[in-house]
């Protein structure tokens, strides 16, 4: 015993070079904006699960479940160990979920923050305590607006941050986000497969009407028109009434609720165009759905965790972009449609053939949200 | 929406790195069709539930006793189970090169700070391995010479001062407290000397003594007399020997440093896929990822991810300000063909310890940069000692 021990410390010595990657944690603090200071927080999840013990199934890896079902542990940990005062007394730290990030092969959570101070500050002192009495060693890689190097701050260290006008200026732009909030709004429907899938199968039906029983192609193309308009309309109203209601957090849906039921608005109106049950005004029906679909689409703007008035900003840009995206898959399938209707194999392969695919689809993916599997890849 | 879209307008999109892909929304082989309309989203994703996000977890005995710090428990601990666990912290350290665990061994030990003239002895050498694995040599020795002046037959803190003089070249130092352990340890205190032999020209004497004390211990100590003679057999040039003391190490203790030192020989060698295959299941340290590379390098495998990874460590530890393997970093560099780098950082690794390993990048970084006063300074150095390496002069040759 006495030589072995002799001997551990002794190589230890001899050739402790291989350091790991250090325990190091990078905190971007940015410029103010009115009274609130974002904080952007990225932590090794290997240092997380050694002071939360993440790894559930004790199988020495982590999956991002095991990580998600403690998301609020791990918000608390930030909360806890981040602080940011002015001499008017502490700004609270609000941290959103957070996300996954890898940097150089290691897993990084990502957290966003604001700090809300009482009146727009001109400097705040960040107080750091990630690790306090714990590992002395642990460093957090600080960058600032009023400076261009990081700064090293040790755990129960302190930081000044100074926010000039000039600073506040130089960062805005990053932020502005209306522009890019648009742009998201029109990538998310066309990236989205479930909702322009949604919006296919509304369609199909619509250059068709039911006539005894059967399909038959309407005759102008004004009246297809107007009633994908009404279509269109009805979700969009739905869906910007949610999505607005889930943003300023008045009402939430879980998302593993919600992602099972958009599929299954995918499933009905498939169905529904196979064996029509609901024939006539179909923009109530499209108005229901859409009030699914708009909790989908406020999973963008949670984690962003902005403030009201931005976010009412960032809303109305992410929704004006929806719309557009909309607009695109609406016409462009429109138009495709519009020119099918006249075939008479319209009702059968492509309404029917369409709307099976679709169900299909919509029918795997509840499968897959519901049991959390995969089983359509590329 | 499964694929939570990560948008251009998230505050740090700009600096956002690649993230992990899981399943994803597994409809695009029906959505090809509509693929033109939906080209414009490169989607980043959240991942799913059972994608994996980290594999490179601390132990669980590790865990527990961060987890113990961190409540209030840690107050109640007694000073024993402090010091096994600060052990059982540096073990761990050792076995995956992870320098977290000194800092925890560290807080373990935050009862009894260093300057605590009354601070137990055991407490003051845990302090002392701490500093010298961090490669802070000189406060390493001041708290072991408080130690040996307050107990002179300090087993552990004689042998720990003892090695950190052999790293610094100190060789009359790391000979008189290996001579003062002879009658604590008779074993370690001949491989103790031995390795000063080794390391001042008496190679055959070195390997005698290693080989009599590799045959009577076993364990860890084995191990120890192995790995210094297959030390004493490459400074020889006698590669097959030296490889075969090396798994010998390796097969009576588990050692990285070994490990690391027989992967180094068999790059030497030319013995890739050798290579490969011992460090497959080494973990990620520094170290460990530059002879990955190396050996990816010369099978064509994925070295460029390898060399990315290595680059950001290193500027991390730079922007952290503390090169600890600044010898890492010059063989990193010298085979980048960076050789003005490589010189660099080798000679500033060489003011602070001076293994035949050190003086070897020294040479071949000089060699390199065609630099006849660091060329000069390693034959003076092999002068003065009587280092006995035909490694060294391999690497010399031509120079």
């Known amino acids: 015993m006495w030589r072995q021990l002799l001997v551990m410390l002794a190589l230890l010595g001899a050739n402790a070079v291989h350091a790991h990657s250090a325990s190091t944690s990078y905190l971007k603090i940015e410029a103010a904006r009115g009274n609130e200071v974002p904080f952007a927080w990225r932590i090794a999840l290997r240092d997380v699960d050694a002071l939360l013990d993440l790894d559930a199934d004790r199988d020495g890896k982590l999956t991002w479940g095991e990580v998600d079902d403690r998301a609020s542990e791990i918000t608390q940990l930030a909360a806890h160990s981040l602080e940011a005062r002015t001499g008017n007394g502490t700004c609270p730290l609000v941290w959103g979920a957070p996300r996954f990030e890898t940097i150089d092969g290691t897993g990084y959570l990502h957290l966003a923050g604001r700090a809300r101070c009482a009146t727009p500050p001109a400097r705040v002192e960040v107080q750091y305590r990630l690790f306090a009495g714990i590992d002395p060693s642990h460093r957090a890689l600080v960058t600032t607006p009023d400076t261009t190097r990081p700064a090293l701050v040790a755990p129960n260290g302190r930081l000044p941050v100074q926010f000039t006008a000039q600073a506040w200026r130089d960062t805005a732009p990053e932020h502005g986000g209306i522009g890019a909030m648009f742009e998201d709004g029109v990538l998310h429907i066309l990236g989205g497969f479930d909702h322009m899938l949604f919006l296919v199968a509304l369609m199909l039906p619509a250059v068709v009407e039911r006539r005894n029983g059967r399909w038959v192609a309407r005759a102008g193309v004004r009246g297809a028109l107007v009633q994908v308009a009404w279509i269109a309309t009805a979700f969009t109203l739905a869906h910007s009434i949610t999505l607005a209601l889930a943003s300023f957090n008045l009402v939430r849906v879980p998302a593993h609720v919600i992602e099972p039921l958009i599929a299954a608005t995918v499933l009905a109106t498939a169905l529904n165009n196979l064996w029509p049950v609901v024939t006539t005004r179909l923009a109530c029906a499209s108005f229901g759905f859409g009030l699914i679909h708009g909790f989908g689409f406020a999973e963008v703007l949670a984690p962003l965790n902005l403030p009201a008035l931005e976010l009412a900003r960032a809303l109305l840009a992410f929704n004006l972009g929806v719309e557009g995206g909309q607009l695109i898959v609406v016409s462009a399938s429109f138009a495709l449609l519009a020119i099918a209707r006249g075939w008479q194999?319209?009702?059968?392969?492509?309404?029917?053939?369409?709307?099976?695919?679709?169900?299909l689809v919509a029918g795997t993916w509840i499968v897959e949200r519901v049991f959390d599997l995969t089983l359509i890849t590329i | 929406m499964r694929p939570h879209r990560i948008l251009s307008s998230l505050p740090r999109a700009g600096e956002s790195r690649p993230r992990t892909r899981s399943g994803g929304p597994g409809v695009r082989t029906i959505a090809a069709a509509l693929a033109i309309l939906t080209s414009a989203a490169l989607a980043q994703e959240t991942p799913s539930r059972d994608t994996v996000v980290e594999t490179q977890l601390l132990p669980r005995t590790v865990k527990a006793s961060v987890q113990r710090l961190a409540t209030a428990?840690?107050?109640?601990?007694?000073?024993?189970?402090?010091?096994?666990?600060?052990?059982?912290?540096?073990?761990?350290?050792?076995?995956?090169?992870?320098?977290?665990?000194l800092g925890y061994a560290e807080s373990l030990l935050a009862p009894w700070p260093a300057d605590d003239p009354r601070a137990p002895l055991e407490a003051l050498v845990l302090r002392a391995t701490i500093e010298q694995s961090r490669h802070r040599f000189d406060a390493a020795r001041l708290l072991l010479d408080r130690v040996i002046a307050r107990a002179p037959d300090h087993g552990q803190a004689l042998l720990t001062r003892a090695t950190i003089a052999q790293v610094r070249g100190e060789y009359a130092a790391a000979t008189q407290d290996c001579l003062r352990l002879r009658p604590l340890a008779a074993d370690v205190a001949a491989i103790c000397g031995a390795l000063s032999d080794a390391l001042t020209g008496h190679n055959e004497r070195a390997r005698e003594a290693l080989r009599s004390a590799a045959a009577r211990t076993q364990g860890a100590v084995r191990a120890w007399a192995l790995s210094a003679l297959a030390q004493v057999h490459e400074q020889r040039g006698e590669r097959r020997d030296a490889a075969a003391a090396y798994r010998a190490s390796l097969a009576a203790d588990d050692d990285l440093t070994t490990q690391l030192a027989l992967a180094d020989l068999l790059i030497e060698q030319r013995a890739w896929r050798d290579a490969r295959a011992l460090l497959a299941s080494a973990p990620p340290a520094d170290g460990v990822l530059l002879r990955r590379w190396l050996v990816e390098r010369a099978l064509g495998g994925d070295a460029q991810s390898i060399a990315a990874q290595l680059q950001s460590r290193i500027d991390e530890a730079i922007a952290r300000g503390e090169l600890l393997h600044a010898r890492d970093a010059a063989v990193f560099a010298l085979e980048r063909g960076d050789a003005a780098t490589a010189l660099r950082l080798a000679r500033e690794n060489w003011a602070a310890q001076r293994e035949p390993a050190d003086l070897r990048v020294l040479a071949r970084a000089a060699r390199a940069t065609n630099d006849r006063a660091a060329i000069d300074e390693v034959r003076a150095w092999m002068r003065h000692t009587g280092l006995d390496d035909a490694r060294l002069r391999a690497d010399l040759l031509g120079a």
């Open chain 1, 345 to 359: 194999g319209y009702p059968r392969w492509i309404l029917g053939g369409g709307s099976t695919a679709l169900a």
């Open chain 2, 73 to 101: 428990n840690a107050t109640s601990l007694s000073a024993t189970e402090r010091f096994a666990s600060a052990r059982r912290m540096i073990e761990a350290g050792r076995a995956s090169g992870d320098p977290r665990t």
